[in-house]
């Protein structure tokens, strides 16, 4: 950004020979609290308005001076540390200042879209279920339909800890202690600013008794191996993705999701197949980001892929009606249309 994006045009200036009430006039009259003094086109010094009322003179070293092009982050760098206002020349003439009081503004703007927004705890999400179900598949695909969101990836079934590495736009990290919570809470640690962490926990069924602290658990089960499902394992499952349904019996498939969904009917049921023809996988996108929304405020702007898409008429959040049933929420002006 540069200097002319961010200063006052046009700024109001005085000679050493004005007076002191001709000065506060100007001010009262344009609303400034700094007036710099201008001699033969030389900073000469700066009026400002104290808090307490009185006016007082700086000398031209409270000035720093600068010119429209110049980077604006060195204006503002001024203002912060010592200067009480930049003069911005151009020309040979007063052409712009930059005050604290724009300082501020910038500020106040930078604190309204969330610039420099720090995400202390992340959604934690730890995806479990047995070797082959297809959990790696998943969170790999799952990664690029949430370009709106930071991700952290822990990898729960490496040998050894490794340290951060880029997984599809995302931080990854080998973590085999991760299946419990300290060594979960370290892996976190180590993804520090993700707004979302997807663990993948060590193969195995998925075990009802375990907790490592996780927000949500999400079981996988393999959808060609359903028949010896038992719902009692997924106790704690905030979700269940269904997986490979590409390689499997549909009609299996739907008496499992029918089981499912009257055993648990708080519980989402994915039908995916991440590793084939994305079915299924953008409801559950839109289930992750609506969580990571929830916790840190951001509900409404459009994170996954397929809103961002079709950002500006619609915005799509995932929905779920009474028994489970996973939808997809089209928002527009004129209400709320849930379809599949
Ligand atoms: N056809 C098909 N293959 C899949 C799907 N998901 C995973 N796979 C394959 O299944 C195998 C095991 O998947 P993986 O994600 O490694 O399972 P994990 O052991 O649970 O992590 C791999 O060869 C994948 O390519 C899918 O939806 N459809
Ligand atoms: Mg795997």
Redesign the pocket.
């Known amino acids: 950004m540069k200097v002319s994006d961010v200063m006052s045009a046009r700024p109001i200036v005085v000679t050493s020979t004005s007076r002191r009430q001709t000065v506060r006039r100007l001010m009262e009259q344009a609303g400034v609290h700094h007036i710099p003094v201008i001699d033969e086109g030389r900073v000469a010094g700066v009026w400002l308005a104290t808090r307490e009322g009185p006016l007082i003179l700086l000398g031209p070293e409270h000035v720093d001076q600068t010119v429209p092009e110049a980077d604006a982050e060195e204006a503002m760098t001024a203002l912060i540390e010592d200067s009480e206002a930049v003069l911005v020349w151009d020309a040979g003439v007063p052409a712009g200042i930059v005050t604290p009081s724009d300082l501020r503004a910038l500020v106040r703007d930078a604190l309204r879209i969330r610039v420099g927004r720090r995400y202390p705890a992340p959604v934690v999400a730890v995806i479990c ?12 695909r799952t990664l690029s339909l949430l370009p709106g969101i930071e991700i952290g990836v822990v990898q729960g ?1 490496a040998k050894a800890d490794g340290p951060p590495v880029e997984l599809g736009g995302a931080r990854a990290v080998d973590a085999p202690q991760a299946h419990w919570r300290s060594g979960l809470r370290r892996a976190v640690k180590r993804l520090a600013g993700a707004e979302l962490i997807l663990a ?1 926990d060590l ?1 195995g069924p998925v075990d009802p008794e375990m907790t490592a602290g996780e927000d949500l658990q999400i079981a ?1 089960l ?1 959808a060609r191996d359903l028949a010896s499902l038992e719902d009692r394992r997924l106790r704690r499952a905030s979700a269940v993705a269904i ?5 499997a019996d549909p009609a299996a498939v739907d008496a499992a999701v029918a089981a499912l969904r009257e055993a648990r009917p708080d519980v989402p049921v994915f039908v ?5 023809d994305d ?1 299924g996988l953008h409801e559950w996108a839109a289930w992750l980001a609506k969580h990571v929304g929830a916790r840190t405020g951001d509900g409404p702007r459009p994170r996954t892929a397929r809103a961002a898409r079709e950002r500006g008429d619609f915005d799509h959040t995932g929905a779920f009606a009474p028994g489970g049933v996973i939808g997809l929420a089209t928002h527009r002006a004129g209400g709320t249309v849930a379809g599949r």
């Open positions: 279920g047995p070797s082959g179900a297809g959990k790696t598949t998943l969170l790999t079934n993948e193969d996988v393999d997986c490979r349904a590409d390689q995916l197949a991440a590793g084939h079915r």
